[in-house]
């Protein structure tokens, strides 16, 4: 099993740019796990995690409810957002800068072939590393993604996740709220969960602007951890 992952960051990029790249390395790995099928080739299958901040977009899941998007195209516009309807599970989510979004493209058949327990290390590397800065994150039963003060009328997200997963090969991933424009969630219902606000890490600790590349170093320090994995820099795509 090959358990090291490829880390790039891709700074700030389009998401349909972003969504392609993530889609041509997911059908490399796919393709070569038919060709090791087919011939018993026995080729290693490549895992990779990208960073990436996107301008704003909204994109909804293909389980989700369109409804759950409160304004029309003219506003979107006017606020300079995009919108897609895409692959992953999941319902509505806003991505935006001063987000960090995370895209692990992994072979779990490299680590373990579980996609309940994927989404579970996934909001574990974030509860650890909010618990850094002195929040509890926690998990809400029934609701994918990182939480404060669940259980009480204050529950707030604070990390969307959403993936898709086909013959064990993951992409999509997380959205951590960092230093976002939470006024842009105000036009939708996110995740289509009504009764429930959002958060970010920098309204959390008073305002202040957050050092996201310290944040990105946490998250990549728990994900190996908890996939026992080897983190290699890889060159960024331009």
């Known amino acids: 099993m090959n358990k090291k992952v490829h880390l ?9 740019e972003t969504w392609d790249y993530q889609e ?22 490549p895992n990779h995690f990208l960073f990436v901040e996107h301008p704003h977009v909204y994109t909804l899941g293909k389980s989700g409810d369109i409804d759950n998007l409160l304004v029309d195209e003219k506003v979107l516009e006017e606020k300079g957002a995009q919108f897609y309807k895409i692959n992953r599970g999941g319902d509505i989510t806003y991505h935006g800068p001063g987000q960090i979004v995370g895209y692990p493209i992994l072979d779990l058949d490299n680590f373990f072939t579980d996609i309940h327990k994927y989404l579970r290390l996934l909001e574990e590397m974030v509860i650890l590393t909010l618990a850094e800065y002195g929040l509890k994150g926690e998990r809400s039963e029934g609701e994918t993604g990182v939480w404060l003060d669940v259980g009480t009328p204050f529950a707030r997200k604070i990390c969307a996740m959403g993936v898709r997963a086909s013959r064990w090969v993951t992409m999509h991933g997380f959205a951590f709220n960092i230093n976002s424009d939470l006024g842009y969630f105000d036009l939708m219902i996110p995740c289509g969960i009504k009764d429930k606000a959002v958060t970010s890490l920098n309204a959390e600790l008073g305002n202040s602007h957050i050092d996201e590349e310290d944040v990105k170093e946490k998250l990549v320090k728990h994900f190996a951890a908890l996939f026992e994995a080897e983190i290699v820099l890889a060159k960024t795509k331009v």
């Not at 041509?24 to 299958?45: H, M, P």
Request: charged fraction near 40%.
């Open 8 to 16: 790039q960051d891709l700074g700030h990029k389009d998401y349909k």
């Open 24 to 45: 041509e390395l997911f059908k490399g790995i796919i393709d070569l796990k038919i060709r090791n099928r087919r011939e018993a080739a026995g080729l290693e299958t």
